[in-house]
């Protein structure tokens, strides 16, 4: 369990490695780049999630009736509002297929309880999956500078 300052909430870290490995330069430098990297993130962060979610926010009101949906998938007028939909609820670090340490965030989401939302910070860009799609499969931001580029690996 890590204490979290963007989201004033201690919550749970999983570090994937090898069996018989403990987590190594890559892992500790990705961690250390979030946690640094706090005060930027919070509004970068708002931003990215009240975009995707207006995008998409006529997909994700369709499971619900026209009563529904302002109770499950509200209208949102700023970005800052986008807490009152979602809830952090753990982080992970692991290492893709291609050999690109990845930070991810999985959130509990109003309009979809089941599977959430999850955030990924991979190199210079940020991903967002929802409805367990792998977050490839769905929107990336492209970072620019060195905010977020997260444990010193180029794309």
Request: aromatic share 10%; hydrophobic share 35%; glycine share 6%.
């Given at each position: 369990k890590v204490y979290v300052p ?24 990705v961690w250390q780049q979030f ?121």
């Open positions: 963007l989201f004033d909430k201690t919550l749970e870290l999983t570090i994937s490695t090898d069996e018989d490995e403990s987590p190594g330069k890559k892992e500790r430098a946690i640094a990297n706090q005060t930027q993130l919070k509004p970068l962060l708002e931003k990215i999630i009240f975009n995707y979610y207006n995008h998409y926010l006529e997909e994700l009101r369709m499971p619900y009736s026209p009563e529904e949906e302002e109770e499950f998938a509200p209208t949102l007028e700023q970005p800052s509002e986008v807490w009152s939909i979602i809830k952090p609820l753990y982080l992970g670090i692991d290492v893709d297929e291609d050999d690109i340490t990845m930070l991810s965030i999985e959130f509990w989401a109003k309009w979809d309880e089941e599977h959430g939302l999850d955030i990924v910070f991979r190199g210079k860009q940020i991903g967002i999956a929802d409805a367990g799609a792998h977050w490839l499969d769905h929107d990336r931001y492209t970072l620019k500078g060195k905010l977020l580029h997260l444990g010193g690996e180029e794309e």
